[in-house]
């Protein structure tokens, strides 16, 4: 069945950095846009960053543009979201999301989540 | 960018009732409204998309309406399961964009 799963989380002291990974099975990954989702603890949803399905469109959050970066490994089925630069507003949980094509469709399944934890 | 307003914030309803939730939009995103479901420690389950269209396999006690700016969630005949944290979407335009969320809680 179609699986998302994300790694890379932990603690990190502001300034530094931290890259992700979400590793997807079960569909065909290079058809899906995929999507970071952020939550910080007890608070909504917020949307990060987007990748096309073959890696050339990005669209970032203004709260993460210049700092984050994502990328994808189609042969791996795995999308990375490289974080830089961390501030303390950055603590949430990270969730990988996909989206089949590029627009016009929902988030259809989403990882289990990552927490990232930015503190000193 | 697009704010997405939901309310209201909580929302406290008995088994068995009927809720609707209202989200509206900064700007017009025709259709391109989803509705989400999320209980606590999970993520998101997509319940609706296209403002109207329900998801395979999801309850038809779920309903969504509205376009343009105005859109609402309606839960009928209410069942202990329901009782979770509600977001609406909007995929018309980048950044997309969440409301803050509804928690309904049982009364």
């Known amino acids: 069945q179609v699986q998302l799963v994300e790694s890379g989380g932990g603690v990190v002291q502001p300034g530094r950095s931290l890259r992700l990974s979400c590793a997807g099975s079960?569909?065909?990954?290079?058809?899906?846009?995929l999507h970071w989702v952020r939550q910080a603890p007890g608070k909504g949803l917020e949307w990060v960053a987007v990748?096309?399905?073959?890696?050339?469109?990005?669209f970032y959050a203004d709260s993460v543009k210049g700092r984050f970066t994502m990328s994808r490994d189609n042969s791996k089925n795995t999308v990375y979201l490289q974080m830089d630069s961390l501030r303390s507003e950055d603590t949430a949980f990270y969730y990988c999301?996909?989206?089949?094509?590029?627009?016009?469709?929902?988030?259809?399944?989403w990882g289990q989540g990552a927490l990232v934890t930015v503190s000193s | 960018d697009i704010q997405m307003t939901q309310s209201p914030s909580t929302l406290s309803a008995s088994v068995g009732g009927r809720v609707t939730i209202t989200c509206r939009a900064s700007?017009?995103?025709?259709?391109?409204l989803a509705w989400y479901q999320q209980k606590p420690g999970k993520p998101p389950q997509l319940l609706i998309f296209?403002?109207?269209s329900l998801l395979s396999g999801v309850p038809s006690r779920f309903s969504g309406s509205g376009s343009e700016t105005e859109f609402t969630l309606t839960i009928s005949g209410l069942e202990p399961d329901d009782f979770a944290t509600y977001y609406c979407?909007?995929?018309?335009?980048?950044?997309?964009?969440f409301g803050q969320g509804t928690k309904l809680e049982i009364k």
């Open positions: 979407q909007q995929y018309s335009v980048y950044p997309y964009s």
């Open positions: 296209k403002a109207s």
């Open positions: 999301a996909r989206v089949r094509g590029w627009w016009g469709k929902p988030f259809d399944s």
């Open positions: 990748i096309s399905y073959d890696g050339n469109n990005e």
């Open positions: 079960g569909f065909t990954f290079s058809s899906y846009a």
């Open positions: 700007q017009t995103i025709s259709s391109w």
